[in-house]
């Protein structure tokens, strides 16, 4: 299965660290963050979720969930969720599903064979609250996820849900954004935008962030 930008987040039902987990359920009306990993006790992995852990009042703040994923069973998850509180100083507190039998790899297209037939590659979803997919990023085995990149991405999307704006290259919490080129009457530009805008080229007309 294929998932695309604006597709509806499969639900599944899965074992994980904290038990029985139907997934769609669990979300609520969260953003979420889903993201898989290769194998429990895997060096990169480890540090990835003390990273995550570590997050959490950040995720909380923008009303986020994290889930993990990896095809090793609950037991071990929560064998590795010890080795990943005492080396990485953090303490876990989102599950990581068990997918032994490798159904949600599947839904979710996490097991791409040229780079193994037996483990999920390190795939990361954001899911909004409405259950639709709004990011896909794919890493390779070797590499560890930006987690900065993955928290500036969750304001730009809900900065851009709740204003009619882009975002421009780099763009941080706090920076000038877009004004969108589907946006063109004077009187509406007025209304939208009250701080103004300046435009280097008609099509690049460049605004103060809105107040959140």
Known sequence: MTLRLGDIAPDFEQDSSVGPLKFHEWAGNSWVVLFSHPADFTPVCTTELGLTAKLKPEFDKRNVKAIALSVDGAQSHLDWIKDIEETQNTVVGFPIIADADRKVSALFDM??????????????????????????????????????????????????????????????????????????????????????????????????????
């Open 111 to 212: 097991i791409h064979p040229n780079q193994s037939e037996t483990v999920t590659v390190r795939s990361l979803f954001i899911i909004d609250p409405n259950k639709k997919v709004r990011l896909i990023i794919t890493y390779p085995l070797t590499t560890g996820r930006n987690f900065d990149e993955v928290l500036r991405v969750i304001d730009a999307l809900q900065l851009t849900d709740g204003y009619t704006v882009a975002t421009p290259g780099n763009w941080r919490d706090g920076d000038d954004v877009i004004i969108p080129l589907s946006i063109k009457d004077e009187e509406v530009i007025k209304q939208k935008y009250p701080k103004g805008y300046q435009a280097p080229k008609p099509y690049l007309r460049i605004t103060p962030q809105p107040n959140k």
